[in-house]
């Protein structure tokens, strides 16, 4: 039942780059598998390979390196015309000279389905996605949104096992993206369609996912869910991405035994649990969040001078200097807790379970 | 309706744009000034010769032109003009669309080299193909006589040669259009395709060519406008294939008829004036936007053998005739009599540069003095286009226009018909052949001008008038500055045609003032073709000289890098 529905195995791209002939790595050793029905997002910077992998997938790119395995076939070789692969572009790639319903219908004359079953599919899809009777419209007459809906149906409507997002949403206006992720999220969880979605707003990636996967200059820095990739980072990089704003320290292992290790930060030394991979030596990277930090009247993980306050009515967000260091505080419920001036000397505290730790 | 209100709407705003006119002299002036250029320049001479065929007795009448449609020798060039030209669209739209295809969507090697090839023939004098045609498969061709020792006769006398010279000339601007449009095609658009299983040729049947069609259709209409205006190759190899462009030219000259001449020249501008509304429009309406996103990644290019290597056949043989054609002009031109004595020399040069001398300094003269002239002027009419308002705005751009859809013969009729008596007496100088070098080209410029104009965001010039420039120091200071690679362009163009053209400037040289391309056509006349070769050959030097000047100034001012700049900064 659990059997990976689709396998990526030391998946490669390398381009040569046109004009000095060198070589440049786009995507590399990519590994991962994925279940029937999940929504697994590659999310990243711009230019951190996550299109590649995705037209890699569509078969748009060959990949140098590696295995694409649908359904345990190779599908390397196939191309996109054969491949049961559908993506929704970027720019939707609506045909400007054909309305909805030609757009929608497209994929399904290469099908063999007769006129009667191919008008029925796409009525049938054009009402999930809420255009029914529409089908005349010409494209080029739609909004954003509708022209979304269109690209979205016209993918859909094939039934294809993997459905590819690259970069859908970004076309769209704040407010329609957030109504479009959520619109996208439940017509994929009613279809169970196997969704991989690139995007580099983390957000989109949050809310849309049942996997993320961070990469960073073509390569997995870490795949989790949501939660895992928030909480947990496993590299600065995810620590510094994921999340508005990261406090870090660096501090050094000093001494390590079973089950809990000591490591010393500003010259004191704190009791952490649960790193046993850690060494004695090992320099490693303290993931503070501002919204982990308490600031407090008494005593305190240590002292500081707050040297600037936004107030933002549900929050008030601080940068308090402590141990020559600036730090961003959020502090949420601001009318409960009492708002700190500029000037003030505060202490700053923090629960060393929440905070995470990562090898440098 | 809706209409009539917005009608009202604007007659209404005219008397402020007046009073605000009044208000800045300086721009005031200029209007009144191009305006009065463009009356008396392009539009003048048009009405001369409606004036002089349509007036009867003193009465205008329309009876005129029905005695002229009902005259066999004004209906066979029409005919012949219309037919040729069709087929010559046809050819040439479709050489054009394969090599486009072929270079933005097939994996073929030497694109680069093919793309230089197929745009050459837009800088050559259009009338060399003809000369290297006779060069090749006339009665002493190359071909005809020295390969085949006259087995087969070559008929390049009429239809047939005129429709493989001029096809080889104008598939060029098919070319060009249709490049540019397959190349702005989405490349999303056809990856979706692909993705929603439809096969490659499905890919080009269904996407790739419905969203050409327009493209298709504009290069089809504008090759037809330029076989009809076309006047150096039908002089060479027409023979008794009669087309209205020489016709009008030998009625007026050979015959002294002007009405006649007139007439003609109406027949031929009707259809021209047709072809360039349709193109303009209607057509250029109905192309489809279809970049949404960002510029999405690179093209899929085919890449199946066959495609690929018949693809490449085509293009080869094409360019190997293009090369043929121009290379038999440059043998020509070392030879010491074509078709009799065959041992390389200079003199053919020797010859251009001292009895010929004449010729190339007034060419180079008069060009240098338009080329500047007629630049500035077409930036000039952009700005005050698409920046100002004032009454009659859309009609200056109209008559700016207009030149590209009036056929050179016809030009140059109206001119010899407005500018020979008092106090317009011009004939016979410098000046009218530098005025029709100006007006004649204005258009490519002013719409080079426009295009580049209405990419550049309106508060760039609103932050000088803030800041307290007037229109005349915005325009110097800021706005020419920002589309001087517009301009460069526009140069780069007025000056090749003013050393290619022919059509016109053949009603007004005069023995004081002369041009190369004249001297080709004479020398052909004369069957001297290695002279005519010689003198070609110097033309293309000199344009290529001057394409490479223009070039390295632009590049020198570092002009390219500020403006995308500047262009992505508006976008």
Redesign the interface.
């Known amino acids: 039942m659990n059997q990976p529905f689709l396998k990526i195995r030391n998946l490669s791209k390398e381009f040569l780059s046109e004009y000095q002939a060198e070589k440049v790595i786009a995507v590399n050793n990519f590994n991962i598998e994925i279940q029937k029905g999940e929504f697994v997002t590659l999310l990243g910077p711009s230019g951190c390979g996550k ?1 590649t992998t995705l ?1 890699m997938i ?3 790119e060959t990949p140098t390196r590696g295995d694409i395995l649908l359904d345990d076939m190779i599908i390397n070789d196939i ?5 049961d ?3 929704v ?9 054909m309305n909805i319903f030609e757009n929608v219908a ?2 399904l ?3 063999n389905l007769t006129k009667g079953e191919i008008k029925k599919r796409v009525e049938k899809i054009l009402e999930l996605v809420g255009l029914s009777g529409m089908g005349n419209r010409p494209v ?1 007459q739609l909004s954003g949104g509708q ?1 979304q809906r269109v690209a979205l149906a ?2 859909m409507v ?1 039934e294809p096992k993997v459905l590819l997002f690259d970069e859908p949403l ?2 769209l206006d704040a407010k329609l993206r957030i109504k479009m992720r959520i619109f996208i999220r439940r017509i994929q969880q009613e279809a169970n369609i196997t969704s991989i979605y690139v995007t580099h707003d983390q957000e989109e990636a949050m809310t849309l996912s049942d996997r993320i996967v961070v990469m960073n200059r073509g390569e997995i820095e870490q795949v989790g869910t949501p939660e895992e990739i928030y909480a947990r980072p496993r590299t600065t990089f995810v620590a510094d991405f994921i999340g508005k704003r990261s406090n870090f320290v660096t501090g050094k292992v000093v001494e390590y035994g079973p089950g809990t290790q000591e490591v010393e930060f500003w010259d004191r030394t704190f009791t952490f649990r649960g790193y046993d991979h850690l060494k004695k030596g090992d320099t490693v990277t303290m993931v503070i969040r501002p919204e982990m930090i308490e600031l407090s009247d008494q005593e305190g993980i240590c002292n500081g001078v707050v040297t600037m306050v936004t107030y933002l009515g549900s929050e008030v967000n601080y940068e308090v200097t402590a141990n020559g260091q600036v730090f961003a505080v959020e502090v949420a419920n601001p009318l409960k807790t009492g708002v700190y001036h500029k000037g003030d000397s505060v202490c700053l505290n923090f629960d060393l379970d929440n905070i995470y730790l990562v090898k440098s | 309706m809706q209409k009539t209100r917005r009608f009202v709407a604007y007659l209404k705003r005219i008397p402020s744009d007046i009073r605000k006119l009044f208000r800045e002299p300086l721009l005031l002036t200029g209007i009144v000034l191009v305006s009065a250029f463009l009356f008396i320049f392009i539009v003048f001479p048009l009405f001369k010769i409606f004036h002089l065929s349509f007036e009867d007795d003193g009465r205008l009448s329309l009876r005129i032109f029905f005695e002229l449609l009902s005259k066999d020798y004004n209906v066979q060039p029409l005919i012949h003009s219309l037919h040729l030209g069709v087929f010559v669209s046809i050819l040439g739209t479709v050489i054009g669309f394969v090599f486009a295809y072929a270079v933005t969507r097939v994996d073929i090697p030497w694109k680069r080299f093919f793309n230089v090839t197929a745009t050459f023939p837009i800088i050559a004098p259009p009338f060399m193909m003809a000369l290297a045609m006779i060069l090749l498969f006339g009665k002493q061709g190359f071909v005809s006589s020295m390969i085949l020792n006259n087995v087969i006769r070559f008929e390049i006398y009429g239809f047939n040669g005129l429709l493989a010279v001029e096809t080889l000339t104008y598939f060029s601007t098919a070319y060009l259009t249709l490049y540019g449009v397959l190349q702005a095609i ?1 490349p ?2 056809e ?10 040729w ?1 890919v080009f049947k ?2 790739t060519l ?2 050409a069609v327009p493209g298709i259709a504009s290069a089809f209409l504008l090759i037809f406008s330029q076989s009809l205006a076309d006047f150096g190759n039908p002089m060479i190899l027409a023979g008794n294939y009669t087309i209205l462009a020489t016709q009008a030219y030998l009625t007026i000259v050979g015959m002294y008829d002007m009405k006649g001449g007139a007439a003609l020249a109406i027949l031929l501008l009707i259809p021209s004036i047709i072809a360039f509304c349709l193109q303009k429009y209607w057509v250029s309406r109905k192309f ?7 510029p ?2 690179t093209r ?1 290019k085919m890449d199946h053998p066959v495609t690929k290597y018949g693809m490449f056949a085509i293009c080869l043989l094409l360019t190997a005739a293009i090369f043929l054609f121009y290379g038999m002009i440059i043998f020509g031109s070392f030879v010491k009599l074509w078709g009799a004595n065959h041992t390389p020399t200079l003199d053919n040069y020797i010859h251009v540069f001292t009895v010929g001398w004449g010729y190339i300094k007034d060419t180079l003269l008069l060009s240098a003095i338009a080329t500047p002239t007629a630049g500035l002027l077409a930036m000039i009419i952009a700005f005050l286009v698409v920046r100002k308002n004032f009454p009659g705005k859309r009609l200056m751009e109209l008559v700016s226009l207009l030149t590209f859809a009036v056929p050179g013969t016809v030009v140059g009729i109206g001119y010899i018909l407005a500018f020979n008596e008092y106090p317009l007496k011009l004939t016979g100088t410098a000046a009218i052949i530098i005025l029709l070098f100006i007006f004649r080209d204005l258009a490519v410029g002013v719409q080079t001008g426009i295009a580049e104009l209405q990419q550049i965001d309106p508060s760039i010039e609103e932050a000088a008038t803030d800041l307290g420039a007037d229109s005349a120091t915005t325009f110097r200071r800021i706005t020419l500055p920002l589309i001087t690679p517009a301009f460069y362009a526009g140069l780069a163009f007025t000056f090749v045609k003013c050393m290619t053209a022919i059509s016109a400037v053949i009603f007004v040289v005069s023995g004081k003032w002369n041009l190369i391309t004249i001297a080709i056509l004479g020398s052909v006349e004369n069957s001297d073709l290695a002279q005519a070769a010689a003198f070609s050959v110097v033309i293309i030097v000199f344009i290529l000289l001057a394409l490479w000047l223009i070039n390295f100034l632009v590049n020198l001012m570092g002009v390219k890098k500020k403006i995308s700049f500047e262009k992505a900064e508006a976008l």
């Open positions: 299109t037209r569509g078969g748009f191309p996109p015309n054969k491949r692969t559908c993506m572009f970027q720019s939707y790639a609506l045909f400007p000279h497209f994929g004359e290469f099908r080029s022209q016209r993918a094939n970004s076309n | 989405d999303a658009l990856d979706a395709a692909l993705d929603l299983g439809a096969s490659k499905h269904r996407i419905p969203l489809y936007i279809t970049v949404t996103g960002k999405s990644s899929i």
